[in-house]
């Protein structure tokens, strides 16, 4: 791994929350260097186990959140409440604490995860009335390039227009039209669980590349309205 100097000589610490999926997970660094990384104890429970993981991680390695610089969190799309939970949590630190923020779409966290042989890899996340929120990747040397940018999309016209052969991470994903299925691979549903080194990973690139994010307007990437908002919609918007 190639060294930089941090951006916070004073702060060299960082810290990643992944919380977009059912389970969880936190990952400390100092400046490039991983120092460790936590699971949340159960899934589903980002609400009550994020907090107290960050603390025990952070009192494991005699830290407090003066000696972190910077946190990086996945934005979405995802979970409505891990979410909200994981980036609320993210910029209470950075305004509390006077941390830099840095948020990473949960789609360029997903490729990460992709085999390491893997030339092409598509993530297919929100599977919905028969779209998915969708990018394709390349890889070049240790990174991965977007060549087909993020959008809602049917997986025919993201099959049409990716590079192959492609591996596709996602969970679940819809029937894949028959005549686009060649040079595809389905990779196992494990593969489209968020890690926070990934997080990290991807976290230490923007710092290095960007502005931070402002705490104030950083929100969830969220695609598609919750299903409780879509039915009261349905219910009651022609009332309105």
Known sequence: MTHYNTPMPDRPYNLAIETSGKSG???LGNSDILIDTAQLPH???HNVELLPTIDALCKQHNLTPNHIGHVYVS???G???GLRVGITTAKMLALASNIKLF?????DVLAQNAPPDTQHVAVCLNLKHNTVHSAAYQRDNDTWSVVVQPQLRTMTELLETSPRPISIIGDPLPQLPDELAQDVT???PSYSVGQSPAVWHLGRLAAKSRNPDDPMTLAPLYIR???AVELWNRRYGENK
């Open 43 to 45: 899934k589903r429970r």
């Open 103 to 107: 948020g990473i779409p949960t789609l």
């Open 225 to 227: 309205e919750p299903e």
């Open 25 to 27: 997970s936190v990952t």
């Open 79 to 81: 979970s409505f409440t």
């Open 75 to 77: 934005l979405g799309p």
């Open 186 to 188: 389905i990779l196992d």
